[in-house]
């Protein structure tokens, strides 16, 4: 076990719900919802090189697409973003986490290097995300430096400070080495909280990634499942200069992360 990306708990046998009986049209169904993520993201790789030149709207409505292929409806409540240098930081459960993140504002994610050898996707993030070694907590100091200095830059960088995945019905405690990059930037950090629903309301954890599951089996669950919604919850930001260290700045986003929302207001429904 890391001391920076501790493991959760959570396992898919104990904890993730299983797809119920497959009727025979929902495996056609569910390929054709894989061809079509799996198409989205070579077009991703095929346009990486671009690079800053594409403006962010673009990649919103592309991770949109992404998630939406995948047979998930999208629903995005909550605070307005700031333009500028920008922590994200939020809950994690699945996959689908990061271009729902990359919804709300197109950010550099802060990755774990395994990512790298995803098939499809790991080329795709070795374009612009920020790996972290989690065998090497020697690393971590220059980690932090390399995120400050992308948040000072400008850039938006979206981490996941549980330093795992958990089902969504279970949460970790945020880790706080990321948070001393947003202080040493002077930048503000702004907590998003997901949340996995079937249409009715209920709570699921069919889209968790959690434990040994393989990324093939979490693809095919979440593909043959009917009804899931994915809510994206974007809290206040946290001003640079208003907690003292990294603990209560951690301390404070998941709080902010967690609280029951004071608003309503609905920014995209898809």
């Known amino acids: 076990?890391?001391?920076?990306?501790?493991?959760?708990?959570?396992?898919?046998?104990?904890?993730?719900?299983?797809?119920?009986?497959?009727?025979?049209?929902?495996?056609?169904?569910?390929?054709?919802?894989?061809?079509?993520?799996f198409l989205l993201l070579l077009a991703g790789i095929a346009l990486s090189p671009l690079g800053a030149r594409i403006p962010a709207s673009p990649i919103r409505r592309w991770c949109r697409w992404i998630v939406r292929a995948a047979g998930v409806r999208v629903r995005v409540t909550g605070a307005a973003v700031p333009t500028g240098g920008l922590l994200l930081v939020a809950n994690h459960i699945s996959w689908l986490d990061i271009p729902l993140i990359a919804a709300v504002r197109p950010a550099r994610m802060l990755a774990k290097t395994e990512v790298r050898r995803w098939p499809v996707a790991g080329p795709l993030a070795a374009r612009g995300a920020l790996f972290i070694d989690r065998d090497r907590l020697r690393a971590l100091p220059d980690t932090v430096a390399l995120i400050a200095r992308a948040l000072r830059e400008g850039a938006a960088v979206a981490a996941f400070p549980e330093g795992s995945t958990w089902c969504g019905r279970a949460q970790g405690t945020y880790r706080r080495a990321v948070f001393q990059a947003a202080l040493d930037a002077g930048v503000p950090v702004q907590p998003v909280r997901i949340r996995y629903r079937l249409t009715g309301g209920t709570?699921?954890?069919?889209?968790?990634?959690?434990?040994?599951?393989?990324?093939l089996a979490s693809l095919w669950r979440v593909a043959t499942a009917r009804g899931l919604v994915a809510e994206v919850e974007v809290r206040d930001a946290i001003s640079p200069g208003t907690h003292p260290d990294r603990r209560a700045l951690a301390c404070a986003a998941q709080r902010q992360e967690t609280a029951a929302p004071a608003w309503t207001h609905t920014l995209l429904v898809a």
């Open 1 to 37: 076990m890391s001391a920076w990306l501790p493991t959760a708990p959570c396992t898919p046998r104990a904890c993730v719900e299983a797809s119920a009986g497959l009727r025979a049209r929902a495996v056609p169904r569910a390929v054709l919802r894989l061809t079509g993520v």
């Open 203 to 215: 709570t699921t954890t069919a889209p968790a990634f959690v434990g040994d599951d393989t990324l």
